[in-house]
């Protein structure tokens, strides 16, 4: 029983780490080798959201190596980060998520103010930057604040949020 409260309490506190920083541009803590993961050792890539890292990868818009993220703390499946993303001057961390039960009340209360006000709350934090797919079952978390700009220097940064947006709407569940 002490081991996995130790385990559960362990995952916990580094989720807290990790979101607490999201979208605030400071670098997130040390993440533990077990939540490391590869895009290019993704089994599932006819669908879903290892399709869509794997699309963002093949068109280098990330790289090999993200964090497996613990979704299920926003109602969500599977989640991954992407950090050190550089364009135009920008330099952030993305991350993706997938809703199976969007009726689930933590997922329905994210996707619903994510809808609503492109945000929502966590840990008494709000997480900014956040876009829903089409379907409802893709969370995008994109804190490139060039992207939403309609300045002409920054035309790039906004192609680039566009098609991620893009890729993830075209994405087959």
Known sequence: MKKVTRKLLAVSLTALAIVSLTGCGMRPASVPAENKVQVSKFENTSGGI???????????????????????????????????????????????????????????????????????????????????????????????AKSLSDKGDDVENVTRMKDVLEIINKTKN
Request: charged share 30%; net charge negative; aromatic share 12%.
């Open 50 to 144: 290892q399709a869509v890292c794997k699309t963002l990868k093949d068109k280098e818009y990330v790289g090999d190596d993200c964090v497996e993220m613990y979704s299920v703390a926003i109602g969500a499946e599977k989640g991954y980060r992407f950090d050190n993303l550089k364009i135009n001057g920008s330099v952030f961390s993305m991350e993706i998520y997938e809703f199976k039960d969007t009726e689930n009340a933590q997922a329905k209360a994210v996707i619903d103010s994510v809808k609503k006000d492109e945000s929502f709350e966590m840990y008494g934090r709000t997480v900014k930057y956040c876009h829903m797919s089409d379907n409802g079952k893709y969370l995008l978390i994109y804190p490139d």
